[in-house]
């Protein structure tokens, strides 16, 4: 499918982005206002990393569970539920993240957000369940999750939302955005510390996944919802840099690892031109898995001959169901 984007939905989302407007919220909210904000309610689909007791509750400037385990709520509102033993995966840097917050901001991926929430929308409607469980897992900056809020609040649809992924850096700056979703640090290749059968929509942009445990924590009526780069998928801006691009067989792969959990349900390729601006070929670049192994000085100088760069979005979006 060729896509066009919707100027306006582009604009929407990249402003609801923006750091200006990341800033103006973290200077409007003190740590006790978001603390208050966390929606307690969804504490209940939390699970004890260390007893696996099922939900948590609000006590302090912690969380706890039955048998009074305790996990740090972070000064920018987000729930530290990674074990302290055993290796930790450290996620995306903050240069990641803030490349990936800016590149986000301008709107280039806004066309797969509209497709997200576009695939998910409907299937809400059909359950008619009054507060659905979103899971955005891997969930970086909250772009995407905080798109289909957007899009659930048009349609009357008033979620519970968590966001969990293992950056320090992502994590807090979820929290200051989306202030009335939980978000959770954890390493996802663990046992996602969520309660089985509690969620209604899961979505990954981009991000490893789990299938067992995934599986484990969707509902029978879930859908599960997978972003995956298409063979073309930036191929202009790769090109450019000898950077390797796409794995052609990343999409086999998932169908693969999910086939013993899930059955596909629906598929789309969203395919379209874009042209990025020096800064944003710069930021596309610095936050991928690439990003550790380029010279950004010399991607700098190569760029500094350039006015613009057109290249393809092209990527996947498959939608699962559990299999019963
Ligand atoms: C390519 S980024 C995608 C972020 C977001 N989904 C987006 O598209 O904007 C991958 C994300 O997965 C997170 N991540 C990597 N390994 C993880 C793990 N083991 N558990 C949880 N999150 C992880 C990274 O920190 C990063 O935020
Ligand atoms: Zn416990």
Request: glycine share 6%; net charge positive; charged share 20%.
């Amino acid at each position: 499918m060729l896509y066009k984007t919707p100027a306006r939905n582009r604009r929407r989302i990249s402003t609801r982005m923006s750091e200006a407007l990341c800033d103006s919220v973290c200077r409007q909210n003190t740590w006790r206002t978001m603390m208050n904000v966390m929606n307690t309610d969804t504490l209940k689909y939390l699970k004890c990393p260390v007893c696996h007791a099922e939900g948590l509750r609000r006590d302090d400037n912690a969380v706890k569970c039955v048998n009074s385990h305790a996990f740090n709520v972070a000064r920018q509102g987000y729930i530290d539920l990674l074990l302290k033993a055993g290796k930790r995966p450290e996620g995306d840097s903050l240069a990641m993240v803030e490349a990936r917050a800016r590149f986000l901001a301008s709107g280039t991926y806004a066309p797969i957000a509209d497709l997200i929430c576009r695939t998910a929308i409907p299937h809400l409607r059909s359950l008619s369940v009054p507060t659905p469980v979103c899971l955005d897992l891997g969930g970086g900056t909250g772009y995407y999750l905080d798109a289909l809020r957007l899009c659930f609040k048009s349609q009357n649809i008033t979620p519970s939302s968590i966001l969990g992924d293992v950056s320090i850096y992502a994590a807090r700056r979820a929290a200051r955005i989306l202030t009335d979703t939980l978000v959770v640090r954890m390493d996802t290749w663990q046992q996602i510390p969520l309660v089985g059968s509690s969620v209604d929509v899961g979505i990954i942009v981009f991000a490893p996944r789990n299938a067992i445990e995934i599986a484990r924590v969707m509902r029978d009526t879930g859908r599960l919802l997978v972003v995956t780069p298409a063979e073309d998928h930036l191929a202009g801006v790769m090109k450019l840099f000898g950077v390797v691009g796409q794995e052609s067989n990343k999409r086999e792969h998932l169908l693969n690892s999910l086939s013993p959990y899930f059955h596909s349900v629906e598929s789309n390729r969203l395919r379209y031109e874009v042209t990025l601006t020096r800064d944003q070929a710069l930021d596309v670049l610095s936050m991928g898995p690439n990003a550790r192994h380029i010279d950004i000085e010399d991607v700098r100088s190569k760029l500094h001959a350039l006015n613009a760069i057109v290249t393809l979005v092209d990527v996947y979006l498959d939608s699962f169901a559990p299999n019963l």
